[in-house]
């Protein structure tokens, strides 16, 4: 798949591919194509209509017994109107449709906006409400998108007046009113109705166009939605299931706000006392090191963070704060460990009659495995041999190490950024 924004990027070597995209799941009931020898698929996008066209080369075609797949039908699926017949009529689009972002958003609320420093460029996010027509017309233009490069995603519901769009555009050359406007991403959110009289958002879908990403575009569109939930005072902001690429920029977002948050200093302050006063391992009681509830209902009505994502958050606040953390790198493994435990075992880290045991499975060996609890609460008659316990000790140290590195990792950003 390759998306470009004139007529002179078809074709062109330096075109911004997307690669690898796997349409497996469009061919067939087996995921697979049938009859082709030597079969190249290439696809263009358009970044300024999302109008496409495909370019299908092949050497020969037989029918093994299989048949010949239909691929007009199966990219038909993913593209729908989309998908041009000829290279003329996709080439045609930079022409008749060249002005279609401008012009269907030239009517709808600018809720940001900034004018680059270095080079006249205008960056705008534009809000939709999705029963509006000319919204469910743009959407319906970037499900190809959604289904090929949101992980899971399926297309929202047009004609639900609950979702909106957050459009991030961007338009070069500002003395000339008649210049093309072109879509570097978009996000679709929920709004929840929540009793008695508010409402909560929450994230469906966030794409950034793969040639406009690392360049601080999906950070400026997610602030956007922050301070329209801020400013509109929704009881909270939430994410559907976030993949890990943005759930970092998520946190590192969502750490910097917390470090400024005065009730959040207040907490941390406290906690990184506590941890500075000597060894954890030497201690018979280690507490659980959570942000207290009520800084925790300042942060959500305040800056509409929700518990579990600032949960999240805490532990990076604590190892910012650690300060020289070489110094207490011990301790704050411990914290991190014993969250692990909990969040596998329950609190108490396995206490009250739950234990996880390894069972086998022909799916995959090392993931497989039952979790229970006894009614009474007390610890069951079901033991674990050496072999299991030392696998689950490593799993549990492998699940530690990738934390480790994620706070880390977000701290290091959120150091350079301040």
Not at 31 to 60: E, M, N, P, R
Not at 341 to 363: A, F, R, T
């Amino acid at each position: 798949v390759i998306t470009v924004s004139s007529k002179d990027e078809v074709g062109a070597s330096d075109a911004a591919r997307i690669t690898p995209i796997d349409l497996n799941s469009f061919f067939e009931e087996d995921g697979k194509i049938y009859g082709y020898q030597g079969l190249s698929i290439t696809i263009w996008v358009s970044s300024i209509s999302f109008q496409a066209y495909a370019d299908i080369s092949y050497k020969s075609t037989s029918d093994g017994g299989k048949g010949v797949t239909d691929l007009k039908s199966a990219l038909q699926n993913i593209f729908g109107e989309t998908l041009l017949d000829s290279k003329d009529d996709f080439l045609q689009t930079f022409s008749s449709d060249g002005n279609y972002i401008r012009y269907i958003l030239c009517d709808y609320q600018v809720v940001w906006s900034v004018v680059g420093v270095m080079e006249l460029l205008l960056c705008q996010v534009v809000r939709m409400v999705m029963d509006n027509p000319d919204a469910g017309s743009l959407y319906s233009r970037l499900v190809p998108l959604v289904l090929l490069l949101v992980d899971g995603s399926n297309p929202i519901d047009v004609t639900d007046s609950g979702w909106e769009l957050y459009v991030l555009t961007q338009k070069k050359d500002l003395e000339h009113e008649d210049v093309q406007s072109r879509l570097l991403g978009f996000s679709a959110i929920y709004r929840f109705y929540h009793y008695p009289d508010s409402t909560r958002l929450r994230l469906g879908q966030i794409l950034v166009l793969p040639p406009y990403q690392s360049k601080g575009h999906g950070r400026h569109l997610l602030e956007v939605i922050h301070n329209v939930a801020i400013s509109e005072d929704v009881y909270d902001f939430t994410v559907e299931e976030p993949l890990d690429a943005f759930q970092h920029v998520r946190t590192c977002l969502d750490v910097q706000r917390l470090l400024g948050f005065e009730p959040i200093k207040e907490a941390l302050n406290s906690t990184v006392l506590y941890l500075k006063q000597g060894r954890l391992s030497k201690k018979t009681h280690v507490p659980r090191f959570v942000p207290p509830s009520s800084a925790a209902e300042d942060v959500r009505r305040v800056l509409k963070i929700n518990k579990t994502q600032l949960t999240q958050c805490w532990e990076i606040l604590i190892y910012l704060s650690l300060d020289p953390i070489d110094k207490y790198v011990d301790d704050f493994e411990m914290i991190v460990s014993h969250r692990a435990k909990e969040e596998i075992l329950g609190k108490d880290g396995g206490s009250g009659g739950k234990q996880v045991i390894e069972v086998p499975s022909e799916y995959k060996e090392d993931m497989s495995f039952v979790m229970f609890k006894t009614k009474d609460g007390k610890p069951s008659s079901v033991e674990l041999d050496e072999d299991q316990t030392k696998q689950q000790e490593e799993q549990l140290k492998q699940l530690v190490d990738e934390r480790l590195n994620v706070i880390k990792s977000v701290a290091q950003k959120v150091q350079l950024q301040v």
